[in-house]
């Protein structure tokens, strides 16, 4: 009775409609037809009805139930998972490591596919999955050999750490036993797209995880081929515009690209970058604030910290909020799906938060190939034979391809069209990659699990010195001290090396080859300064020459600015001046820029011609006239403001950088701008279109900058500047890799919201650049949070979608309004506390 009663008679009612119609001289065969139309269309509705049925059936199936009590291997005492009414896991247990277990069982239960696709992605097996799309992030995972690296580092981690990570391990297959026992949905609804068994979990796994993120955090080598790109069609002078350096920082000569190679520029575009890809676009590796006070400037009289880490946005976000509760105390802040530990948080006693350190880790050497064998590459002695290995490599249901992987003294040799390097190497060469996060000899998991139950700075400080990849500025605070320390490993370069760092260099020349690492006291570190304040947002740390300057790029040079003037114009500081600071929207690159490329174009009157977008310009301009910078989601100035310097920057380096490499200018570059309008070292010869016979003046350019963004804002958003809002343009893409791809299903799938803040705000949301939305929010602060020492247990914390990854679970985006709105949620280590509001506990017992 799928129709209900009333079907039957609806029926017959069509039938004698139609038998009436044979009066008016229908034929019997039309009526016929008539009725089996209407037959197949009701048939297929229950179809479809059912179909739906039938998947909702199985997709929920696989929700956690988290009340529940579950008997698991593994186990040496009772555990319980206690989930807040956010769903946050508090995780008790007798022992470390059955916290460590309830900790991977918890992942489990709710990031099992984003855990899987984290270990697909290290172990280079996505094709498998996604065919041809993804066979090149294959391809340069194989030949990276992470997953090969992961293994040999296990047993180079204390035995604490290795218990921790199989204690995880054994969490994460007692969730898959669960799975497979009750026939729970698979355990997430995107495994019924797919016929893969999922195979256990491994110490070797959460390793793998961890080295995925340090490639996500790592982009110099993509920096070295746009500087070589760049250099071949530049010169120095020029050069120096569209890659500056940070303020301040001290310029040593060196030799430009064509000076080592005998190259031309590509004009080859971009490939598409998959959802997968974990090497990131130039300017997109990393990105973060983090902030400590002493007593001596909080209204609390202890110290306060606050830490935003930013990463590129998906659903689920790549964090994941849980506490972990010790024997010897307990731990809180943000875990990353697949890694045993919490990643940034505090203790009872200690708190640490994290930004991308921009350590010049990686190096591309250019090796010389025999003429006459293309097996041997030239070294300082001689030619020498490329290690091989021949793996398989399985493409969708395709037979498994043979692939051979390659490598020379310096590193993986680098496939196809691996972060452009293509692009700059000359026939009768390859290139290849020495990075730090290929030494086995990392102890970056120890540092992790030390963290944890650090008690002070000191100990804090101590934690980090097996650490090599990822590279991290560590800001630290007890309950009297806040320090600011370069965590990691960077290679240590000769002064002679040719490119030091910044472009590919000749892989045969010896004074090329790294000296080890810089030792560890030569890395920059703050403690207790007499300002009582440390401060990163990615901005330069040392202004050490090289070989110990760490790096010539950095991640900020304007966010910094803000930031210092929120923090120490303020005498005294709280939680709250924290959280103000830490979702702050205004755009002090905005304040900067506008001065000088509206500074023709500000009137009483008409100084411009009048055209068709005369009315737009004059509300446009006296808009920004009065704006204050602030990149506020329902305004309109945001939006003016970003478009503006987008289509001024394309037409600044169009013509003399080919329409090829200007497509790869999609972001913007503020100190381009400003070296350009302030004429610094002759910049403003950017605003001359080489091509035409007029001389344009950078007035002119802005001028034609700011009619082609209004005509691109009047064409979207309408013909009134007053009902433009930046947060129309300026949303947030959370998108499922492979659901959010899926008509129909990426609107439950994926999660996209109207945003504040923008490329340079404290609140930062990268822009993509990219057509078809490139005022959208890719990049932002997946995870915030602010500890006061004074009153810990009101710490606040947010993660930017919600706890589960099951897109039909109420916590798939339950938290992602409030991070939106720039709210958080308490997090406590007050057991109480987590129990009087919990929605659920599950207990996991020792299996008799």
């Known amino acids: ?59 929920s199936g696989s929700l956690p139930e988290y009340d529940n009590r579950v008997e698991v291997a593994g186990l040496t005492s009772r555990v319980e998972i206690v989930r807040d009414r956010n769903a946050v896991p508090h995780i008790f247990g007798e022992t470390n490591e059955d916290v460590y277990f309830g900790l991977g069982y918890a992942h489990a239960q709710d990031r099992l596919w984003q855990m899987t696709m984290l270990r697909r992605t290290a172990q280079g097996r996505l094709s498998e999955l996604f065919g041809e799309a993804t066979f090149d992030i294959d391809l340069l995972l194989r030949n990276l050999d992470l997953y090969g690296v992961a293994r040999q580092m296990v047993a180079n981690q204390s035995e604490e750490t290795q218990a921790a990570l199989r204690a995880y391990s054994a969490g994460v297959n007692a969730r898959l036993g669960e799975v497979r026992e009750e026939a729970l949905g698979r355990g997430s609804p995107e495994f019924f797209l797919f016929s893969r068994e999922i195979s256990p979990w491994t110490p070797t796994d959460s390793i793998a995880v961890n080295r995925v993120m340090a490639l996500q955090l790592s982009g110099h080598a993509g920096y070295e081929v746009r500087r070589a790109e760049l250099s071949l069609l530049l010169d120095p002078e020029r050069l120096r515009d569209v890659m500056p350096e940070a303020p301040r920082l001290a310029t040593v000569g060196q030799p430009e690209f064509a000076d080592l190679f005998d190259m031309q520029p590509s004009n080859t575009p971009l490939p598409e970058r998959h959802a ?22 909080s209204a609390s009289d202890s110290t306060l910290l606050a830490s935003d880490p930013h990463l590129g946005l998906s659903a689920p976000s790549v964090w994941m909020l849980a506490r972990l509760e010790f024997p010897d105390g307990g731990a809180i802040g943000g875990t990353i799906p697949g890694i045993p530990g919490i990643i940034a948080g505090r203790n009872e006693d200690f708190a640490w938060g994290l930004t991308t350190a921009y350590t010049d880790d990686q190096d591309l050497y250019i090796e010389r190939l025999n003429p006459d064998d293309s097996s041997q590459y030239l070294t300082p002695d001689g030619y020498a034979q490329i290690e091989t290995q021949d793996v398989l490599i399985g493409v969708g249901d395709e037979p498994a391809r043979t692939v051979t992987l390659r490598r020379t003294r310096h590193g993986p040799v680098l496939p196809g069209t691996a972060f452009g390097a293509d692009r700059i190497t000359p026939p009768g060469h390859i290139a290849a990659l020495a990075w730090t996060a290929l030494d086995p000899s990392d102890r970056s998991m120890d540092t992790l699990i030390e963290l944890q139950h650090a008690r002070n700075i000191s100990e804090g400080r101590a934690a980090l010195e097996g650490l090599i990849a990822p590279s991290q500025n560590f800001t630290m605070a007890d309950a009297n001290s806040v320090a600011f320390v370069v965590g990691g490993k960077a290679p240590l370069r000769q002064d002679t090396h040719q490119g030091q760092g910044r472009m590919p260099v000749p892989g045969w020349v010896a004074q090329n080859d790294w000296q080890g690492y810089v030792p560890a006291d030569q890395m920059p570190a703050i403690i207790d300064p007499r300002s009582g304040i440390v401060l990163n947002t990615n901005n330069r740390t040392t202004d050490r020459e090289f070989p110990y300057h760490v790096s010539f790029v950095w991640g900020d040079t304007q966010r910094i600015q803000r930031a210092r003037r929120l923090l120490t114009e303020r005498e005294f500081h709280t939680a709250d001046s924290f959280v103000e600071a830490q979702t702050d929207t205004v755009s002090q690159t905005a304040r900067i820029l506008l001065p000088l490329i509206g500074r023709d174009l500000w009137w009483t009157g008409s100084p411009v011609e009048d055209d068709a977008l005369s009315p737009l310009r004059r509300v446009a301009l006296e808009r920004l006239a009065e704006w204050n910078g602030e990149m506020n989601e329902h305004g309109p100035e945001g939006l003016i403001y970003a478009a503006w310097v987008r289509h001024l920057q394309r037409n600044l380096v169009r013509d003399d950088l080919g329409g090829a490499m200007a497509d790869r200018m999609t972001r913007l570059e503020p100190l381009f701008i400003e070296r350009v309008f302030r004429d610094i070292d002759g910049a403003s010869a950017w605003c001359d279109i080489t091509t035409s016979q007029a001389v344009e003046t950078c007035s002119d350019m802005a001028l034609r900058a700011l009619n082609d963004a209004l005509a691109e804002l009047r064409d979207k958003y309408g013909a009134r500047v007053e009902s433009w809002q930046w947060g129309d343009a300026h949303l947030a893409m959370q998108e499922h890799e492979v659901l959010g791809r899926i008509p129909g299903v990426a609107l439950i799938a994926s999660i996209v919201q109207p945003t504040g803040g923008g490329d340079d705000t404290l609140m930062r949301g990268r822009l993509s650049g990219e057509q078809p939305n490139p005022y959208a929010n890719v990049h932002a602060s997946g995870l915030r949070f602010v500890v006061d020492f004074g009153d810990p247990e009101n710490s606040r914390y947010i993660i930017s979608t919600g706890q589960s990854g099951h897109l039909l679970s109420r916590h798939y985006d339950d938290l992602s309004v409030l991070w939106r709105r720039g709210e958080y949620i308490p997090m406590s280590l007050n057991e109480e506390r987590a129990r009087a509001d919990a929605i659920g506990v599950t207990v996991l017992a020792p299996r008799s």
């Open 276 to 297: 997968f890809d974990p090497v990131q676009d130039y300017g997109m590796a990393g990105a973060s604030n983090a902030w400590a006070v002493d007593a001596t400037r």
């Open 1 to 59: 009775m799928l129709f209900g009663t009333g079907f039957r008679p609806a029926l017959n009612q069509v039938k004698a409609a139609a038998t009436a119609k044979l009066c008016n001289g229908w034929s019997i065969g039309v009526v016929t037809l008539f009725i089996w139309l209407a037959r197949i269309f009701l048939g297929l509705g229950a179809l479809f009805l059912l179909a739906l049925a039938l998947v909702w059936y199985l997709a």
